[in-house]
């Protein structure tokens, strides 16, 4: 069984930073991408960043330049480090692991349960 257990949301004011950990734990072969989504009231879950088991990142166009995602492979974690938050960043933040549950086996999508990230003054 694969857990992915988010860490580090919290409340900030505009212009503040956060820094999120997504940890993926369990009996499995391998993880390919990495990721970090989030979802608003009444609106629908959106892609945040993604980054690959070589370090290549993604970001929405809302985030890039002000948010950066990284991971550490050997501890099967992935970073958001988001700067410059704005009100709009407010949502509840997802993480995604692609997990390999052995050698040449399709990747199966796992997620968290979601940590809330609010920004007001």
């Known amino acids: 069984q694969v857990q992915v257990v988010e860490s580090g949301g919290g409340l900030v004011q505009p212009g503040g930073s956060l820094r999120l950990s997504c940890a993926a734990s369990g009996s499995f072969f391998s993880i390919n991408n990495m990721g970090w989504y989030r979802q608003a009231p009444g609106k629908q879950r959106e892609l945040v960043a993604t980054?690959?088991?070589?370090?290549?990142?993604d970001y929405a166009d809302s985030v890039k330049g002000r948010f950066i995602i990284s991971r550490d492979n050997a501890r099967n974690t992935v970073y958001l480090q988001m700067n410059s938050l704005k009100a709009e960043d407010t949502a509840v933040y997802l993480c995604n692991a692609v997990v390999l549950m052995y050698r040449f086996a399709r990747g199966n999508d796992y997620w968290g349960q979601g940590t809330q990230v609010t920004v007001s003054s």
């Open positions: 980054i690959t088991t070589g370090g290549i990142a």
